[in-house]
């Protein structure tokens, strides 16, 4: 009996230190300044990439789908919040290579930054940098083949910026 009352004491001051630490599910938070619908802008392109701010715009209004399809409006008019941004940077960059001239894998690092206005340009939340990465391999002798490597890293990277960024925003802190 005594070990029971133990183990129960036990498992109630776990669940008060949780909860009192400030412990949540990422994305669980609301949105700043009472915002319950925003709508999302194309995002603006300021990397050499071409046609990225579609996938990165799609990829952002998707996580906000996923996790709060609700707080999505189709006109800018209904709108608590105007959600814009500019993917700012793409960059490549060596990471492994077979020879000093030869790379064997690659990282495209992309940075996103994001800004929530009220309906009458207010600003209401800034992102900051979002700042994700993805590596991915390099065909040696195949141009085309890294291309599509190139891509499809490109695209796991608008869905790891978009999760980042619907996180930050619905953070509490």
Request: hydrophobic share 40%.
């Amino acid at each position: 009996m005594k070990r029971r009352t133990l183990v129960l004491f036990a498992i109630v001051m776990s669940l008060i230190c949780i909860s009192g630490c400030g412990y949540h599910f990422s994305g669980s938070g609301s949105y700043p300044a009472g915002v319950k619908l925003i709508f999302v802008t194309l995002l603006e392109n300021r990397t050499a990439e071409t046609g990225v701010e579609s996938t990165f715009t799609n990829d952002l209004i998707y996580e906000f789908t996923r996790n709060r399809k609700e707080s999505l409006t189709r006109k800018r008019s209904s709108a608590d919040g105007i959600l814009s941004g500019t993917i700012a940077r793409l960059a490549v960059a060596n990471i492994t290579r077979t020879s000093i001239s030869t790379a064997k894998e690659r990282r495209v690092t992309g940075t996103l930054t994001l800004r929530l206005e009220s309906p009458d340009g207010r600003l209401l939340w800034n992102s900051g940098d979002i700042v994700e990465s993805e590596a991915y391999a390099v065909v040696a002798g195949d141009k085309l083949a890294t291309d599509r490597n190139k891509s499809k890293a490109i695209v796991t990277l608008s869905q790891k910026l978009a999760e980042s960024a619907f996180n930050r925003l619905t953070e509490d802190f």
